[in-house]
Structures are given as C-alpha cells and as structure tokens.
C-alpha cells in the first residue's frame, strides 16, 4: 500500500485528485471543515490544513463533512448510518424517540442527522418520525380503530394532544377523518 506522506498528501489535495477520496481526509483548521482530497472548495491557506486518515479522526478532532464535496457520506450517497436509523424510526412508531437514541445508533453526533434530515427531507429527524406515526395512526383509524385505542398505540399521552397533532398533518380532525371514511364505505 502506498505511504501517503504529508507531502503525498497536499499535492494530491492541490492538484484535486479524485483518485485519493477516502485514502484520508483534509481537514481546514480555521472552519473546522474536512473534505475530500478532490473537493472544488475553495482550498484554505496550507498552514490551516490538517491531514486526517479517515473520518473517524475528523469527528474526533471536532470537525464537520463539507457540504459541498460530501465528504461525510463517501462513497455513497446517503451516509452510512442513516439505514440504522431509518430501520428504528420505522420500526418505532409507538412512542416518541429520542435524541440520543439516534445519536447512539448512528454514531454520529445530532447535528450531523440533523443536516441531513433538513437536505434530505427537508424535515427534522423528530418531525420526520413524528409523520410516520401519524401514517400509522391514520392507517388504524382507516381500519376502523376506535381512536382512543389510535392515541394509546401510536403513543399520544392524550386524545387533544393526538388529535392536534392529526389536524397539524391532514387538516382534520381524526373523527372527522373517521366519520368521511364511514360515510363513503
Ligand atoms: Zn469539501
């Protein structure tokens, strides 16, 4: 394997070369910003950058991925961690979830989920879980749930509270929702 010197490294960093992403990362002191070998930002005065063997380092050391060269999610477009958490929020659909349940499951920190949520989904992480278990509530409530039972499984700690949140989403209220349903059957 090729020993990637500091030097190895800087002109493969000066000259873009694509052909090092994720052989290491090159980290911009000032932003605290790591990026790809090839990314078009930009490049930071030399004395500001720092070298970073993989990604792990650069969390470590505090930095963020570059939004414009990706660097967090190479080489796939959505970042390793998102299918964990996606699997739990889907699977979760009963209660609220927390924080630092994602963070746990991810191995990242909450801002990064968060970016990627809002570029992604254009949703938070928790307003984004927060849909799938309206989906699932409205789901019962088209199955004929009584919506007493919809507020307890889906996790509402009451019926106003899960009947705002269903307005929020759909425009009307559950029994509404229930009644147009049962008209139409
Ligand atoms: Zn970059």
């Known amino acids: ?24 990362y090159v ?13 078009r930002a930009k490049l930071p ?16 050391a505090g930095f963020k991925g570059c939004k414009r060269c990706k660097a967090e999610f190479f080489p796939n477009a959505s970042p390793v961690w998102l299918a964990a958490v996606l699997a739990f929020m889907e699977k979760r659909r009963t209660a609220r979830i927390g924080v630092s349940k994602l963070v746990e499951l991810s191995g990242v920190d909450i801002s990064t989920i968060r970016r990627y949520f809002k570029s992604q989904f254009q949703s938070t992480p928790m307003a984004f879980h927060r849909k799938l278990r309206l989906a699932r509530a409205r789901k019962m409530i088209e199955e004929g749930t009584d ?39």
């Open 1 to 24: 394997m090729e020993q990637l010197t500091h030097d190895k490294m800087l002109a493969a960093t000066l000259r873009h070369d694509t052909g090092y992403d994720g052989k290491f």
């Open 27 to 39: 980290g911009v002191r000032t932003m605290k910003i790591y990026c790809l070998p090839s990314c």
């Open 45 to 60: 005065l030399i004395k500001n950058i720092v070298f970073f063997r993989d990604r792990k380092e650069a969390i470590a």
């Open 147 to 185: 919506y007493l039972t919809v507020t307890y499984e889906c996790g509402y700690e009451s019926a106003s509270g899960f009947r705002d949140a269903f307005i929020k989403e759909y425009g009307l209220p559950p029994g509404k929702y229930y009644a147009n349903r049962t008209n139409r059957l």
